[in-house]
């Protein structure tokens, strides 16, 4: 057989089966866009002739990494919204209120190149001014899964009352939602079908029911999904008992929302019985654990919702309280807090944790037809990972192999050398090739510059812990 | 003022005051291995003459990090032993019965080399074979703070049952102690100061009562402290249950181990009131988040030390449980961890993780009048970060700064471009300059497959969790 590209003698984590698939001298043979054949070196290099060999010796080649949930739009106030009390209204809105659509897209096409130069290569994008922000994935060469953030509350919502309800506009609800409908008729399966797109009402509290439903039924028509934030705080449960007399969880299972169309970010506040409810409806479930660590100081119940039989996948969420977004990141963090969470060592082994960032996330965000395992047929989204690093020696392979214990509890991200997408080389020894890193850097310090001008008196009327903590003098 | 070297136009992070000390365009001069001057580079550039100048701009000059608590010597197992329940007994032992003096200082040099590309400057190393692995610390010119561990236990802890008391070997815990004597008198206060010497009881479980007094009555006579893991886990607070019907805690207090010179490693057995307690004696906690996470799946009472008044340190621990060696992984971990056990994301802010791998962490271990702060005749452990990377992005600095959020929260260490110790220039562009890195790893890895073909019936027959999970296809 006749390919483009063989990438062999690597330890290939297939993620096929259920665990993750090594083959110890392992080989992908891709043509074009689509991986033709997995298996050992051996094999696939006498059944293929190849244009291009990479020889990946003391390396580990696996399938790229899925950001279930990210927030790129907002990447721009990094490092300006943790350890305090109310993240969004004190912490996010001063910088908010301020930023262009412009600064928003300087900012998300950084991080961006931050996600893919730690592996990720699928990023579902849930953020205001998708449809200009999506032409940075279209740009990187990245996959995305994309839409717009769908609400009806005004531009402004610090000028609200914590602890009143939200009031609603429902022209600006309207607005929105035909944002997202010009986002799927524009992009969805663009880019060679790299970009999908689905429908992102922000939560159950911040629109109406009408426009609930209404999003279901286009969801239904347009066969997609629709992601959303369900039980993300006690300010969402808040508002809903308020408005409706019900918390979010029963309130959704009433209009039929949580079905195998919804992907339910979060559920820091679902109880165990409602986690439950969700898995047996047949929702999926986006965990984001480091940034419900640092905004929350709690631990989403993702085990249970495994255990119940749902389908989870791990998000990074957004810089401004995370304050990173690399899986890596997310799938240690995944693992060590549910182990505190049990109080038991062996729950959430590193094996579950990768999974949950690559073929199981697939299976939550409904692209495991094309992603999230090597098997013949599915995309060429491929990482060629360094094992010659300190924190990554020795390579053990019998009677027990360390290599996924490492990548999930050592890897910092920076060990991901080379990073295919849809076939395409999008970075080769860590430089990308389809964008100019330090002049993406350079445009987002400028937003950022001309940002933290505009906002300092909000920032400064808000009050923040974190302004308290600079005012006198900590940081 | 005519100095060696001037580093400017950084922002300096001196970890002087209560806070992180910032300078936002300072500057740090170097004579020989000490710092001579500190602050705003106009300042420093017109007082002082330099042979060598840096030019820090868009990057953060600090102190060397401080790892208070590493056993180097075991890194050759990384990735071994985690996920799984008995830790010691199944994970850790089958390798450590089957490796020699040589596999412990290869493994040792690779675990070294990661520390300082994360920027680890000091390393408090408490291992067996001391002797023997700090020549490594000599070879590479790092900071170490180190001992021999001493123990009374047979070689193979493994044929104790689980649960029955340890048989004491005076013979062995002589041949240790003068182990330990030994490196003192050779070692302490070689290679200009840079390599100190305490003395390693390996916990009040593992060396009879004698043994102990006497180790503290040599503390005192070379005027030295002790590191020692306290209440380390249930499987110690048994055994001194069963010993001497105490609990370990209030065990050491009637010896008056709990004074200035201890280093209390762990406590993660210990009780709020024998926190507090070794706290107001006057010893130091260090805690191990990471590694406590994932062997034990607990968080360590370091809140309630330190507001106990006490001062605390933070450290990596082993590879094999952890299972890397990264400061910044610590800091990360001790602040979200702590959040969650809080359940508040005030706790534990970004400021003051820094502060425990760094000035408070140089107090932990008794080095404060040396390292963890730039100032005036202090040594010149020097870390030069980049901040032009796509996960530092973007700087702000007005109204708030937040360089120390996204040093603690989004660095993975790899952004660490240059290193000085004691005034030398150790890693320079992420290049080591004092050893061969690709070499070291290749002996390590050498070492590695004669260990696991040495090990493999013992792994076989401890059938760990771990073991399990290869058996059965998941690894």
């Keep these: 057989m006749k390919v483009d590209l063989i990438i062999a003698h690597g330890y290939v984590i297939t993620m096929e089966g259920k665990g993750v698939g090594m083959i110890a001298d392992g080989a992908v043979a891709v043509r074009g866009n689509t991986i033709v054949a997995v298996g050992r070196s051996d094999e696939i290099l006498s059944n293929c002739q190849a244009d291009q060999l990479i020889n990946a010796t003391n390396k580990l080649v696996m399938p790229g990494l899925i950001d279930a949930h990210i927030h790129t739009g907002i990447s721009i106030y990094r490092g300006m919204a943790q350890d305090m009390s109310h993240w969004m209204q004190k912490g996010l809105w001063p910088f908010k209120k301020n930023s262009e659509e412009d600064d928003a897209a300087a900012g998300s096409l950084v991080n961006i190149i931050e ?4 592996g990720t290569t699928t990023f579902c994008d849930y953020d205001s001014s998708m449809n200009r922000l999506v032409q940075n994935y279209s740009k990187v060469g990245a996959r995305a899964r994309v839409c717009e953030m769908i609400n009806q509350l005004p531009d402004d919502i610090s000028s609200i009352p914590v602890g009143e309800l939200y009031p609603f506009d ?43 439903l209404e999003v279901k039924a286009l969801a239904e028509k347009y ?11 006690d300010r969402e449960i808040a508002q809903m008992e308020k408005r409706y007399q019900k918390r979010s969880i029963p309130f959704l299972d009433e209009l039929n929302y949580l079905d195998r169309r919804l992907m339910a970010v ?3 506040e679902a109880t165990k019985t409602e986690t439950q409810l969700v898995a047996m409806r047949g929702a999926s479930m986006i965990c984001c654990p480091g940034s419900i660590g640092i905004i929350d100081g709690l631990v989403p119940p993702v085990l249970d919702f495994i255990e119940a039989g749902g389908k989870a996948a791990l998000g990074s969420d957004q810089a401004p309280g995370n304050n990173c977004n690399n899986m890596f990141n997310e799938m240690k963090f995944a693992a060590i807090l549910n182990k505190v969470k049990r ?34 047929g599915k995309k060429a989204d491929i990482l060629i990972i360094n094992l010659l690093e300190a924190n990554m020696t020795p390579i053990i392979t019998d009677p027990i192999r360390n290599l996924v214990p490492n990548l999930v509890y050592s890897a910092r991200g920076n060990e991901v050398e080379t990073v295919l997408i849809d076939g395409q080389l999008i970075m080769e020894e860590r430089k990308l090739l ?8 350079k445009k987002a310090q400028e937003a950022a510059n001309e940002i933290s001008r505009r906002s300092k008196n909000d920032i400064i009327a808000a009050g923040s812990d974190v302004y308290h903590m600079m005012e006198e003098g900590y940081l």
Excluded: Y
Aim: proline share 6%; hydrophobic share 45%.
């Design 115 to 118: 996600g893919i130069k730690a």
């Design 170 to 212: 429902p022209a600006i609800g309207e607005r929105k939602l035909q944002a997202n409908i010009r986002l799927i008729e524009q992009w969805h399966g663009k880019e060679n079908g790299r970009i999908t797109c689905l429908f992102g009402p922000q939560g159950p509290d911040m629109l109406e029911l009408e426009l609930l």
């Design 223 to 233: 066969d997609t999904l629709i992601h959303m934030h369900v039980a993300q705080g």
């Design 266 to 268: 979060h559920l820091t």
């Design 343 to 376: 109080a038991d060592p062996r729950v959430f082994p590193a094996w579950q944790a990768l999974r949950l960032a690559t073929i199981e996330a697939a299976q939550a965000i409904g692209l495991d037809h094309e992603i999230g395992s090597f098997r013949p």
């Design 434 to 441: 389809t964008v100019d890193e330090q002049l993406a850097i």
